[in-house]
């Protein structure tokens, strides 16, 4: 390894993670640079420069900027093609659910029609009824339903197959009358017309009633499957949303310079641990904090600046530090992400602290008791070794009930390690499963627990003490997670160093 | 014999105060352990292509936790010049690489910090690092002390 290499990238590491404010004279560097960088894409200079006091501001900022930038007439197109978009999708969902119903509703209304008295199609038969005629509305009604429930079930296989509307108008009829529908149909008729018996005394209705059942019936059946297939359709397939890229950031990014010599893969790699969980932790907070915001999503503007670039440019300055682009990405990166658009630019500050930890080789976000990034507008980032969690665990602390409820298990574990394991499995009540002489560790013991609950899944958590005191010169206990399939100690503890248990249950000696 | 001080004195380390600093290292061919590596007898599987070097005077840096500044380092003993070590990274990321200790020479396996000294008698040995259960996140995290 080329120490210098390394060395190289650090420093341009730390130089990217630089806290605190800017001077004018900094500030004035660095949007040269970026108009440097324009002039190196072949864009225009927009000449408007908005600074913004953290990388939120800075993103909702570019975005509104975007939007006041983007004139009526685009706009209106866009609207235009999304309603092109739109109405297909519609149509499909339609036309793949309709023919099914039209068929299920014809079948059974009319082999109804047939057997009720009154106005009929075909004239009534002589024939005694198997049922008193008045319970077979009964019948109908339920069976309507039940044909219409399984056709929900289907449809959306139906829709899944990208054909035509020819060959959905098709598809329906076919699954209609062969596949299970009219199945469902025809037993959910028993418990109607045993419902209708039950209730019984009706008279047998007047043709009038029959004929306004069946329209309003087989009418909303109707409508209700158009709706419903649109929306089932729009769902699986949404139409894509109002968007209006500019294309200056891809054009930045384009000329963002290169390097390929060895040495600047090792420039990059060191660069890019050291700087990278930040930055993401960084973009993940922005995207939890403005993803929302309905013109991130229409007016879209992407930045410079961070992980995707810092390796990269790290390296070119590494092979070519005078070269004029080089140069300039550089000057632009002093500040903080900077959001390159053709009508503005909108840079960001730094952050006023940052505080990390570094885990062999790489650097991330961490904190236990604190904000671990910080703006000047208050803007604040909260992890725990590197997990972006939420203020209220790192400010007032969690108990084992709120840790629990927590949807995102990266944030559970987080959680979980800042109060420690040993202590968590206490308060959460887990259940000791064995425990065992810990090998070449004499007097110890090792200890595996699981939660009765499984809350936490594909865990198990040994208990150990290590094989030397501490600095203060307790002999310390701690706790970490193996998987859920061991119920030896001993075995678990040998999987943690990938070692078999049978030469593990030989160690002579740990410190 | 190396002794804790000894042992600490090739890394350039001081011995932390709790270290008894005369206490010997006792030099073993079973497993050990120190803190997140495990040193275990085993042969290097037939298919990988090796590179053994000699373990140079100032040693070789195994592992080195940034969060705590701590380094596991591996000298050679006293006159143990033919000590070798060949870098052999696992698809899991546990094993570091293989070490050979000839015959009546040994290795020694020196952290910075609380785990003190292990000394590793003739032998070929595989040296891993530890790892635990993911929770939540994709794959296996190694841990480091």
Redesign the interface.
Known sequence: VDRTATEFARERAEESLRVGPLTDAERAAVVDGIRRCYDNAGLVWPDRVVWAPSPVAGQLIAVRLARRHTPTAVRVRAVAALVRRVVPVVVMGASAFVPGVAVCCAGIAATLLVSLPGDAIIAPSNEVPMFPPEHLRGMWVAGLVGGLAALVMFVRALIADNGGIGSNLVMGVLMTIFATVPAPALIAEFPGLGVSWLLGGFAPPSPGWVNLVLAVGLGSALVGAAVTGGVVRWRDRPPVPLHHPDPAHDRLVASLPTATADDCERVRFVTDELTGRVDRSVERAVQDATGADVDVRRYPVGHLGGHRHTGQLAAAARVAPDRADVRAFVAASRAGWWWPHTAFVVVGERPTALRLERVADTQRLHSADGPAAEWADGTRVYAVHGTIVPAGLVEEGWDVEAIHEHPNSEVRRAAIELIGWTAFIRRAGWRLVATAADPGNPPHELALYEDPLRRLPDVRVLVMTNGSPDRSGTVRKHAETVPDTFDDPVAAAAWQYGCPVRTYRQLGRRT | MHTYRSALSLVGASV????IADAEV?V?T??????DL?V???TPPQDLPLDWQPVPANGIRL?????TGNTHWLHHGFDSPGVRWTVAE?P?G??LGFLDVPESQSAQLI?T??????GIGPGVYRI??????????ARDR???D
């Open positions: 932390p105060p709790h270290l006792p073993l079973c497993p050990q352990a120190q803190g495990l275990f007898p085993d592992v080195h936790g940034e969060a696992s899991d546990l094993t952290h910090d609380e785990h003190g000294a292990n891993n690092r530890k790892r635990e259960q993911a929770v939540g996140a190694l841990v480091a």
